[in-house]
């Protein structure tokens, strides 16, 4: 559901786009509308990017065009995130998210274990962790694929404690953490109970917070 509604915004989005461009192209484009419609069409592809991505860095190279030059090249680096989306290419659904965005993924986890739901909030909270141990990765210059296939995170979370982002105590913490998500994303439901996964959840919190991506 998150990847449709990402295609959806963007589509929205671009469709109102082309239907400016396309109206305008006879009596000419109005840098005001242009300049906002260019906001937008950045503003969407931040939302939906990671850090240091090829997206962001695309967006980069038009910010010192006009309006009606930079609303062009903003629909050029939009659709070719959008085509990626849809031909999955990206790594990972939460990956596609700005680390903003992370709280609500925990908040959600969070509403589901006050209802007694341990399991997803479980799977939630463990995905939010990996995409988090990533972006960390990007962040602090740590590879984050092997011979183009992507590291696994319990490597990544060594990896980041050889790169001395944490240390090893920090490093076996979330090794243990994500022994819990992958009991719960392979069905291993009597392996952990709602308590661990109310300290699962204040740890991942906790550890976002001291260690920001």
Same mark, same amino acid.
């Given at each position: ?57 695309? *967006? ?15 629909? %050029?680096?939009? *659709? ?14 939460? %990956? ?20 007694? $739901? ?47 982002? $944490?240390?090893?105590?920090? %490093? ?11 009991s719960a994303a392979h069905g291993d439901y009597g392996a952990y109970d709602h308590a661990q996964v109310r300290r699962f959840l204040d740890g991942v919190q906790a550890f976002m917070k001291k260690y920001p991506a």
């Open positions: 559901m998150v990847v449709e509604d990402m295609l959806k915004q963007l589509n929205d989005l671009l469709s109102k786009t082309e239907k400016f461009i396309g109206k305008e192209r006879e009596s000419g484009i109005s840098s005001v509308e242009a300049g906002i419609l260019a906001n937008r069409l950045e503003a969407s592809v931040t939302r939906l990017s990671m850090n240091r991505s090829v997206y962001r860095e695309q *967006l980069k190279r038009g910010s010192g065009l006009s309006s009606e030059r930079r609303l062009i090249h903003n629909l %050029e680096v939009t *659709l070719t995130l959008r085509d990626d989306i849809q031909a999955g290419w990206t790594e990972t659904v939460v %990956e596609l998210v700005h680390a903003d965005t992370y709280s609500d993924y925990l908040e959600m986890a969070d509403a589901l274990l006050g209802k007694g $739901y341990k399991d997803p909030a479980a799977v939630i909270t463990g995905t939010s962790l990996e995409v988090h141990v990533r972006a960390l990765c990007v962040k602090n210059g740590v590879t984050t694929a092997v011979a183009g296939r992507p590291k696994k995170a319990t490597t990544m979370n060594a990896d980041l404690k050889k790169a001395d982002v $944490y240390d090893g105590l920090q %490093e076996k913490e979330v090794t243990a953490w994500m022994g819990l998500r992958n």
